[in-house]
């Protein structure tokens, strides 16, 4: 048996599609467009090209983007001063603060700051504790692509067992509240867990969010399972996910790729999230 793809490619371009369209409508209404402003400190080459693609999707969709740099050495105050001018700014409706963060400051204290109605990361505090608490709220975009790429697919997640491998608060344990939501069975797997391939085994739908290259091995994959692979590890010059695709694909009735599975979605959810918070009018 070879699973079927889930291309995250193509269902990432059909969610900006959509908000493409929703923006159109604002536009055509004579309001402003929605606006979303970054925040980078220092001069990570990885988080300058996330940031730069981020900005690139903000215009394809008609969004305004503002990009805010700061220096390496930038002080804690100086970034907060900038995270309050963007809260008190009305024409910015989403702020991002690219992690991670130069050593000597606090992300977590920092993003914090960020008023939760633009929080369209959906890792402040405030957002956490809404979604542990079930309440409407921003959700961190990642989970969300995931939760979107199963709807997408056709799976019913009520009363799956949903083995989710990492409890990181940006991935594996938001992705259990929302999986949660949506009336799955969920169990989440971490470094101590023991046995781990028995319990990847009892997954319907299993979910590596690990950063371990093919951790996953395809004997640990139920017969019928979907498999999603949020792990993105650079390996030789290339991208592999946490999952051993080949083998795993053998056993899967759908598998998402690495590149080209849920990477896509995140930044398909940040815009969905920033037309979420849109705040209208000129
Ligand atoms: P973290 O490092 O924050 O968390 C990793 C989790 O995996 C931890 O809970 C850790 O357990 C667990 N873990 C590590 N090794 C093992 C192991 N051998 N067995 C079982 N569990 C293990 O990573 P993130 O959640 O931030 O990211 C995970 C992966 O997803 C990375 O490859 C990252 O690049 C990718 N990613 C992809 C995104 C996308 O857009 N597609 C977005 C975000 C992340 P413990 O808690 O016990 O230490």
Redesign the pocket.
Same mark, same amino acid.
């Given at each position: 048996m070879s699973a079927r793809v889930i291309d995250g490619k193509l269902v990432a371009a059909a969610v900006r599609g959509e908000v493409a369209g929703a923006v159109e409508v604002i536009l055509a209404a004579g309001q402003r467009a929605p606006g979303l402003a970054t925040i980078i400190v220092g001069d990570d080459p990885a988080s300058a090209v996330y940031v730069a693609n981020k900005h690139k999707a903000c215009e394809e969709v008609g969004f305004v983007g503002f990009h805010n740099e700061l220096s390496a050495s930038a002080s804690a105050e100086e970034i907060s001063e900038v995270i309050a001018r963007l809260n008190a700014d009305a024409a910015v409706d989403g702020i991002l603060l690219q992690l991670p963060l130069p050593g000597h400051l606090d992300a977590g204290s920092l993003t914090g700051e960020i008023a939760p109605e633009k929080d369209v990361d959906g890792l402040t505090p405030t957002s956490a504790g809404l979604l542990a608490l079930g309440r409407p709220g921003m959700r961190p975009c990642?989970p969300l @692509?995931v939760v979107e790429l199963l709807d997408r697919e056709g799976v019913d997640l009520g009363g799956l067992h949903v083995v989710i491998? @990492?409890? *990181?608060a940006?991935? @594996?344990k938001p992705l259990a509240s929302l999986l949660l939501e949506r009336n799955a069975t969920v169990t989440i797997?971490? *470094?101590?867990?023991r046995d781990?391939a028995a319990v990847c085994l009892e997954a319907d739908v299993l979910v590596a969010?690990? %950063? /371990?290259p093919k951790?996953i091995s395809g004997d640990w994959v139920k017969p019928g399972a979907t498999v999603i692979d949020? %792990?993105?590890?650079r390996v030789d010059g290339g991208l592999v996910g946490?999952v051993d695709y080949e083998a795993a694909a053998e056993r899967a009735c759908c598998i998402t790729p690495v590149p080209g599975g /849920?990477?896509p979605?995140?930044i398909a959810m940040l815009l969905r999230n920033t037309l979420g918070a849109y705040g209208g009018a000129s």
């Amino acid at each position: 048996m070879s699973a079927r793809v889930i291309d995250g490619k193509l269902v990432a371009a059909a969610v900006r599609g959509e908000v493409a369209g929703a923006v159109e409508v604002i536009l055509a209404a004579g309001q402003r467009a929605p606006g979303l402003a970054t925040i980078i400190v220092g001069d990570d080459p990885a988080s300058a090209v996330y940031v730069a693609n981020k900005h690139k999707a903000c215009e394809e969709v008609g969004f305004v983007g503002f990009h805010n740099e700061l220096s390496a050495s930038a002080s804690a105050e100086e970034i907060s001063e900038v995270i309050a001018r963007l809260n008190a700014d009305a024409a910015v409706d989403g702020i991002l603060l690219q992690l991670p963060l130069p050593g000597h400051l606090d992300a977590g204290s920092l993003t914090g700051e960020i008023a939760p109605e633009k929080d369209v990361d959906g890792l402040t505090p405030t957002s956490a504790g809404l979604l542990a608490l079930g309440r409407p709220g921003m959700r961190p975009c990642t989970p969300l @692509g995931v939760v979107e790429l199963l709807d997408r697919e056709g799976v019913d997640l009520g009363g799956l067992h949903v083995v989710i491998v @990492g409890r *990181s608060a940006l991935v @594996g344990k938001p992705l259990a509240s929302l999986l949660l939501e949506r009336n799955a069975t969920v169990t989440i797997c971490h *470094s101590h867990t023991r046995d781990l391939a028995a319990v990847c085994l009892e997954a319907d739908v299993l979910v590596a969010a690990v %950063g /371990v290259p093919k951790l996953i091995s395809g004997d640990w994959v139920k017969p019928g399972a979907t498999v999603i692979d949020v %792990g993105i590890n650079r390996v030789d010059g290339g991208l592999v996910g946490d999952v051993d695709y080949e083998a795993a694909a053998e056993r899967a009735c759908c598998i998402t790729p690495v590149p080209g599975g /849920v990477g896509p979605m995140t930044i398909a959810m940040l815009l969905r999230n920033t037309l979420g918070a849109y705040g209208g009018a000129s």
